[in-house]
């Protein structure tokens, strides 16, 4: 007789088969041979050397920067619902049943999330213990702490993709995060000057831990939602696998009618040059999806708390080194562009796609790379070298484009 244990371990161990047959497509015992066990060795090799040396580029790494690395880990988790569109027919009309796979999924993720802090945390243990002086039991209440804030984390967002669409959805989004980033960084504060405080603090986590996990188990009209998004997490390494092959993945579409820029579609550019004409698709096709938006401005956003974590002789380079990494991330977007079936419908000339390619890149980047310039300069406050600082951003960001054509 099948039951909802029988069922979800069912689809547990259906799951695991697929990723091992996507993983053995990728990663062929050639690749793993002459690739992916060099490398193990490698790291592990510099990990133990961490262990009895402490490298020196950790010096100018602040503990607020390490900081800005366990939030954007906590922030990277997903939860995946284990429900099948086919589970309208029968489990959906039995209530304890949906509830039941939620539950299971909950506790599920939550073995996967303590598999990924484990290694995570014992990344960072030479850094936190033999740098920055954190007692071994202090470590291991991070630890604690980091499982309990990923898992509220993912759960919140989970719940806020349920319950609101658009620009609503991305500006709680980005609360939750600073948020959640003044309050890693206050318990972190608490942990190493009153310990007894920081209990209390992690007291409260692990009580609005369960409180979101009520609301999760207990949330409803939302089973399409899940099953949706479950696909699209187990299909994620099969679409990046795609995506490097050249083969676009199917998009799914906007709830929003009427895109809220260029609704009208009218000309960017006067001049209707081919050049131009890829330019403009492009630029229209990135900014009416409303995922390229908020990964570019998640993107942004991580940037400026890096900056921010950094001492002040370090902004300047900082902005040199995000000018040439927002670049690099706008080539996803050219190269999703170029793989959508509707482009791929025209024979392209090399040479204008190369340099469509080009200023692409440079125009797609730059609202970012000055939002960055300009908090650079405002933390600063070297307002001489601010107006020496931005021509020079401006060539280099030219340049990177140019150069970054060639990997496309």
Do not use: H
Request: hydrophobic share 55%; with cysteine.
């Amino acid at each position: 007789m099948i039951t909802v244990r029988r069922l979800f371990l069912r689809r547990i161990v259906s799951e695991w088969k697929y990723q091992y047959q996507v993983w053995k497509t990728a990663v062929d015992w050639i690749v793993a041979l002459y690739i992916v066990i060099p490398f193990l060795l490698i790291f592990l090799n510099t990990y133990l050397s961490w262990w009895r040396t402490i490298p020196g580029w950790v010096n100018y790494l602040p503990l607020n920067a390490l900081l800005g690395i366990i939030l954007f880990f906590v922030w990277s988790g997903s939860i995946r619902i284990f429900v099948e569109e086919a589970d309208q027919l029968f489990v959906y009309q039995q209530r304890d049943w949906i509830k039941k796979l939620i539950k299971l999924s909950l506790v599920y993720y939550l073995g996967f999330n303590l598999l990924e802090t484990l290694p995570f945390s014992l990344i960072l243990a030479p850094f936190l213990i033999l740098y920055y002086g954190f007692s071994p039991a202090e470590f291991l209440e991070l630890s604690v702490f980091v499982f309990g804030l990923k898992a509220s984390i993912d759960i919140s967002k989970q719940l806020i993709e349920r319950r609101f669409q658009g620009w609503n959805q991305t500006f709680i989004k980005m609360a939750v995060v600073i948020v959640s980033g003044i309050y890693l960084r206050l318990s972190v504060f608490l942990l190493t000057g009153l310990n007894n405080l920081f209990f209390c603090s992690a007291a409260l986590l692990f009580l609005a831990l369960i409180i979101l996990a009520y609301m999760r188990i207990t949330i409803s009209g939302v089973f399409y939602e899940d099953v949706i998004s479950g696909q699209a997490s187990k299909l994620k390494m099969v679409n990046l696998l795609l995506r490097q092959a050249g083969t676009a993945a199917k998009r799914t579409k906007d709830r929003r009618q009427r895109p809220w820029v260029f609704r009208n579609s009218n000309p960017i550019y006067r001049k209707r040059t081919s050049e131009n004409v890829l330019i403009e698709l492009c630029i229209k096709a990135t900014i009416r999806n409303g995922e390229d938006i908020k990964f570019y401005f998640e993107v942004v956003a991580m940037c400026l708390l890096m900056l921010t974590a950094f001492p002040k002789d370090w902004k300047w380079f900082l902005w040199f080194m995000f000018i040439v990494f927002l670049t690099n991330m706008i080539r996803l977007f050219w190269q999703k562009f170029l793989n959508s079936p509707f482009v791929k419908l025209f024979p392209l000339i090399s040479e204008t796609q190369m340099s469509a390619a080009s200023r692409t890149l440079f125009l797609m980047a730059l609202p970012g790379q000055i939002l960055i310039g300009l908090v650079t300069a405002i933390q600063t406050q070297e307002w001489l070298i601010s107006l020496l600082m931005f021509p020079i951003g401006l060539i280099i960001a030219r340049l990177a484009a140019k150069k970054l054509v060639f990997f496309t």
